[in-house]
């Protein structure tokens, strides 16, 4: 999987680049307009992350040509603006999601994973673990076999804690993908304590291994080994 | 008129007046007593005629000056628009306006590039964030942490998380001050709130309330849909946030909508809490920003918000004036 990251603050370009490439992720980057015009040009990406304000030009007119090169691009467009008329600006013009700035990373990376299992076929539509098997496209959760009762939170939580599996994801980010900003964080918390202790007693009762870690005070980290 | 006065005003006008008056001094009575009337009438007629003139400038001059003042009033310095007075006949009026709309533009000016300062700096805060909240979170999958380690990281996250809230909240009310919402559509309060509620579903349930929905009849306004969901959401949210009861309460009127629940008693009066980062509590989620965006949102259209308190009850009310 070829990523192509076009953000011109290199803190954070440096940050991405880092996370995504322990994903195993092959990562490109550009720091302006001009050379994420050439790159787009030139080579060929499964997946591009594009920031708006750039030095030398609006990254919206590269979404477009990013589209226009290839309609199976995936396009995640991350910014600062964040009006709905920004957003809806940026996936008219073509990019297939929007993250405004500052983002979790565990955020990013499921969405990055989301939007290739849309668009590629190299990504399985099914995520398997010792005895648990995750069909993303029918949305059903099988455990040795059996398939599991989930409730639309529990099976939200599960797939966002698989896709970043390995890496704690802390309870602000699984409340800020569940419900926006919708929520109060203290009550929020409380919520996901209980819906993840169902998601355990729902696993267990199937015999499937304890793949749920609590991360004390911070969040949760779906392990596998 | 302004001959006339020049006539009636002029030294040799005067000078013969005193001289007809030298003449009848030493002449007989009944002459005397015609000389007499031959020179107090032209002057009662002329000190009338004076009266009548000075009085109509000073009704010009008050004229003009309510025109400045109506201008004057007009002006909002968010609408960029020159101020417009009109052409006096009098020379220092014109130079008064002419004053005025230079301090005014000098003024605005300013006060622009503050606000735009403002804003800036909000957007250009959010990319150092993004930046300490992703650090943060690399961090965190270090393995080699000691609890110690990860409770500061934890509390980092948080703050970071909390101050990038705050930071979007500013950015949208200088957006609302700022006019940036133009498009308006007729907004129905009834449909709003139930799409908001539904949004609610998960924290009410969580926190066994039950939401009285009381709707008598749609409160329907012409304005920006997306302010609108801002406005409604933000009072809903603070009814649950600030329950003490079993209940919260909402009703829609013709030309209001209202939000009610049980609550502490205040140790500030209700309506400073309309101002910015003024809380009851020290409830961490609180920003304290809430209800002066609902506010702001409320003048933007010439809507009425008042917050009232009987018994326990806190109510807030939006209405039409």
């Known amino acids: ?225 | 008129m302004k001959k006339l006065r020049q006539f009636y005003t002029h030294p040799l006008f005067f000078a013969s007046l005193l001289a007809l008056l030298l003449i009848w001094y030493f002449l007989p009575v009944d002459l005397y007593f015609t000389a007499i009337l031959i020179v107090f009438i032209p002057l009662i007629v002329l000190t009338l005629g004076l009266h009548i003139v000075t009085n109509r400038r000073i009704q010009l001059i008050r004229n003009q000056l309510y025109q400045i003042f109506q201008t004057l009033e007009e002006f909002d310095i968010d609408i960029p628009q020159k101020m417009n007075f009109m052409e006096s006949p009098f020379p220092i009026f014109n130079e008064l306006n002419e004053y005025l709309v230079e301090l005014i533009e000098r003024i605005r000016h300013n006060y622009l590039s503050n606000k735009q300062f403002t804003q800036n700096a909000s957007h250009e805060l959010q990319t150092p964030l993004a930046i300490i909240k992703g650090n943060a979170e690399m961090l965190l999958q270090s393995p080699n942490f000691k609890e110690k380690e990860i409770e500061a990281l934890a509390i980092i996250l948080q703050n970071t998380n909390r101050l990038s809230k705050l930071n979007s909240t500013l950015i949208l009310l200088s957006k609302i001050e700022h006019h940036r919402f133009p498009d308006a559509e007729q907004v129905s309060f009834i449909q709003k709130t139930d799409e908001i509620l539904n949004h609610f579903k998960d924290l009410i349930r969580m926190q066994k309330l039950v939401v009285e929905k009381n709707y008598e009849k749609d409160f329907v306004i012409e304005m920006s849909s997306t302010l609108a969901e801002i406005l409604i959401t933000n009072l809903i949210q603070n009814a649950i946030r600030h329950n003490q009861g079993d209940n919260i309460n909402i009703t829609i009127g013709n030309h209001y909508f209202q939000t009610m629940n049980k609550g502490k008693k205040l140790k500030t009066t209700p309506e400073s809490l309309f101002n910015r980062f003024k809380r009851v509590s020290n409830n961490e989620e609180s920003l304290g920003l809430g209800l002066s965006i609902v506010k702001r949102i409320c003048t933007l259209y010439n809507l009425e918000v008042s917050y009232t308190i009987g018994k326990d009850m806190h109510v807030l009310k939006v209405m039409k004036l």
């Not at chain 1, 990562?27 to 992350?49: L, R, S």
């Not at chain 1, 398997?128 to 398939?147: M, P, T």
């Not at chain 1, 797939?159 to 699984?174: F, G, P």
């Not at chain 1, 009762?205 to 980290?221: P, S």
């Open chain 1, 1 to 225: 999987m070829k990523l192509l990251i076009i953000e011109d603050e290199q803190d954070l370009l440096n940050l991405i680049i880092r996370y995504l490439k322990k994903e195993g992720y092959l990562c490109e980057y550009a720091v302006n307009f001009k050379e994420g015009y050439k790159k787009i040009n030139n080579f060929e990406y499964d997946c591009a992350i594009v920031d708006l304000n750039l030095p030398g030009g609006d990254g919206l007119k590269l979404v477009q040509y990013l589209r226009a090169d290839n309609s199976q691009v995936g396009i995640i467009v991350i910014s600062a603006r964040d009006t709905i008329e920004d957003r809806i600006s940026g996936l008219n013009i073509g990019a297939d999601d929007y993250l405004t700035k500052p983002f979790n990373l565990s955020e990013l990376n499921a969405r990055i994973k989301a939007i290739l299992r849309r668009k590629t076929n190299q990504f399985s539509n099914e995520i398997h673990f010792g005895d648990l098997s995750i069909n993303l496209e029918e949305r059903k959760v099988e455990a040795g076999g059996k398939l599991l009762q989930l409730t639309k939170k529990e099976y939200n939580i599960l797939v966002y804690l698989a896709r970043n599996k390995n890496r704690v994801v802390t309870k602000d980010s699984i409340a800020e993908h569940l419900w926006g900003d919708y929520m109060d964080n203290a009550v929020s918390f409380d919520f996901i304590y209980a819906h993840v202790k169902n998601l355990r007693k729902k696993l267990a009762e199937n015999g499937c291994g304890d793949f749920l870690k609590t991360v004390y005070g911070i969040g949760y980290k779906f392990q596998t080994h």
